[in-house]
């Protein structure tokens, strides 16, 4: 079995050994997605935002929320992996077999990614039919925007692995730069809505051109419209993603020099 | 550089730097020496044990020959390749045995756990299939295999810790406190264990504890290390024979009261003695005296001369917890002063 495959396994059989594990994946997107679709009625659903087509609240929201946990989970699964493992106890036998540090930290994340495209995909379903979004989408327009993306937020995640282990804790920078990218990118309301001052720090964060990109796409946008936000988030991933595979080997060595690999 | 041996290590040294809270990040790091200069050499096939005191420096041994923890100086060599330059193809040699409970994922079943490790060693998946189902066999976990390991025992996670160990089939083995947390029955039967099953006579076990029943029962040689440093290497016979500073004797006498043979200690030679009343009436007493001296037959005459009977004489050998308490403390397991630390450098076997 390859290594991804025995990380998603025993991810996936650990995740299982929780009777309840479906159950609660299945409510929290049956019941934001509710709340969503609820507030979309409230709101008189059905009027456009900014313009398009099937930009309607709840096709706004639900895509934002889509894809805005793919990337999330892309950046929260490694440190967060290494956390759980570095307090299980089981981060140092893993680096005692030969696997790299690279690998083992991007294969301990796999498990919960794919949980995370599994609930797009659901988001995704519902809203192309149950509520009629998306017909018209073309999906080489949102992948082009959607992996460059994902390896932006993965280069993140690698760099605040990178502090957790060296400082054994969570990453607080992290969590405050998904807070603000949250609010700034346009996940649940257009950035129009944003002040007028606060606007233009919206170009600032990745995500904003990973969901535009991608909700263009949803839309049926043909790739040309999308390449400029697909360039811009390639060339931050070719950066990012060195730099934090610096970051994470230079961790670990460190972590090795110090002697503090198996603390927690 | 030996190329035959399991491992090597010359001059090996680790410091650690300690900074000790916010103050630290002005003052700068006070250092703490956990190795100096270890020089070690063990045989492929052999059970080589490490032992020593908390604190001596033993899991910071392994886990540098286990690329844990990278060496401040020195060389260290695992299968003739060192284990700065060459940590991956190390570690494919290598397996661990942790005494730490925490080292499994407990809502996995132990079949699970080790399929899992077995694929880190890209061990295809029906050669690990098999290599699982023989380790589970070997270590006795047929009826538990497919039972989560939270329901396990101590002992059966330890017997599961050794089969995880073995995954790979390593060339060495480390066990970093094989028996910690375990009763001494279990205790004694995971040491038979190891010493029936793991060791095949072409694997090196290399045994890290502070327990000097389990290095006399296991291991081939020893080596005792203390504040970093290793003071003794040899076979437990020699490392016997050369800390075996004093001899002990035991007495049951008669006829004598408790003052008077408290004074034996004023015996020429008497390092100790220890007394304790006996059912019967008799006083039973542990005699240490220096070895080679004339200090036993001078104990029982100064007895009979005082009226006394000596029902019973026997020498008794000193454990080598005794003999380890000598080395280390410098001193008798009674207080008495003896051999110190230092001293013990000039009676390095080899």
Redesign the interface.
């Known amino acids: ?3 991804v ?3 998603l ?2 991810d996936f ?2 995740w299982s ?1 929780y009777r309840l594990a479906v159950f609660w994946q299945v409510l929290g997107v049956l019941l934001l997605g509710g709340l969503v679709y609820f507030v979309g009625v409230t709101l008189g659903d059905g009027q456009p935002i900014g313009g398009r087509r099937s930009a309607s609240f709840i096709a706004f929201a639900f895509s934002g929320i889509a894809i805005t946990d793919v990337v999330m989970q892309a950046m929260y699964s490694v440190p967060q992996a290494i956390r759980e493992n570095q307090k ?3 981060l ?9 540090a690279i690998a083992l930290l991007l294969s301990s994340s796999a498990f919960k990614f794919a949980l995370a495209l599994g609930r797009m995909l659901c988001y995704f379903a519902v809203g192309w039919v149950l509520l009629g979004f998306w017909h018209d989408t073309n999906p080489g327009a949102v992948l082009i925007v959607l992996v460059p993306g994902v390896a932006v937020f993965a280069a993140l995640g690698s760099l605040s692995a990178a502090f957790v282990v060296l400082v054994k804790q969570g990453d607080p920078v992290l969590i405050a730069y998904a807070a603000v990218t949250a609010m700034l990118s346009g996940v649940f309301f257009p950035i129009d809505a944003l002040p007028a001052w606060v606007q233009p720090l919206s170009a600032l964060v990745p995500l904003t051109y990973v969901l535009a990109g991608a909700r263009a796409g949803l839309d049926g946008a043909p790739i040309s419209q999308v390449l400029a936000s697909a360039f811009l988030l390639a060339a931050l991933a070719a950066v990012l993603l060195p730099l934090g595979v610096v970051a994470c080997n230079w961790a670990v ?1 460190r972590a ?4 503090s ?2 603390q927690y | 550089m030996n190329d035959d041996l399991a491992v090597e290590t010359r001059a090996l040294t680790k410091r650690f730097s300690r900074r000790h809270g916010w103050r630290g990040l002005f003052r700068g790091a006070s250092e703490k020496i956990a190795l100096d200069h270890v020089d070690l050499a063990i045989r492929p096939g052999e059970i080589f044990g490490l032992l020593g005191p908390n604190g001596a420096g033993k899991t910071t041994l392994v886990k540098i020959l286990s690329t844990l923890v990278l060496p401040s100086g020195g060389l260290a060599l695992v299968g003739g390749l060192d284990v700065t330059r060459h940590s991956r193809e190390v570690r494919r040699r290598i397996g661990m045995v942790y005494g730490d409970e925490r080292t499994f994922f407990w809502r996995l079943s132990v079949r699970e756990n080790l399929r899992f490790y077995a694929s880190l060693y890209r061990l295809p998946a029906r050669g690990a299939r098999r290599r699982v189902d023989e380790l589970i066999g070997l270590v006795g976990l047929e009826d538990a295999a497919d039972v989560p390991m939270h329901h396990f025992s101590t002992g059966m996670k330890q017997r599961a810790a050794i089969a995880r160990g073995l995954v790979s089939d390593p060339e060495i083995l480390f066990l970093d406190e094989p028996t910690r947390g375990l009763d001494p029955l279990a205790a004694l039967d995971l040491r038979r264990f190891v010493r029936e099953r793991v060791a095949d006579g072409r694997r090196a076990v290399l045994v890290a504890t502070h327990m000097m029943a389990e290095a006399e029962e296991l291991c081939d040689r020893v080596a005792f290390l203390n504040q970093g440093r290793v003071q003794l290497i040899g076979t437990i016979g020699e490392i016997r024979d050369a800390l075996q500073t004093e001899e002990a004797h035991e007495l049951v006498v008669d006829g004598v009261g408790w003052h008077a043979l408290e004074r034996l200690r004023g015996v020429p030679g008497v390092t100790s003695v220890r007394l304790e009343r006996l059912a019967s009436g008799r006083l039973f007493a542990d005699l240490r005296a220096q070895r080679g001296s004339r200090a036993v037959p001078d104990v029982i005459r100064a007895i009979v001369d005082a009226g006394g009977d000596v029902w019973s004489s026997a020498p008794r050998e000193l454990s080598l917890e005794e003999m380890f308490a000598i080395a280390v403390r410098g001193r008798s397991v009674d207080d008495q002063p003896t051999l110190g630390v230092r001293d013990m450098a000039a009676v390095l076997v080899r």
């Open positions: 079995m390859s290594v495959g025995a990380f396994r025993r059989l650990i050994s299980a106890g089981t140092e036998p893993m680096l005692l077999t030969p696997i790299g060595d090795k020099a110090e002697g690999l198996g």
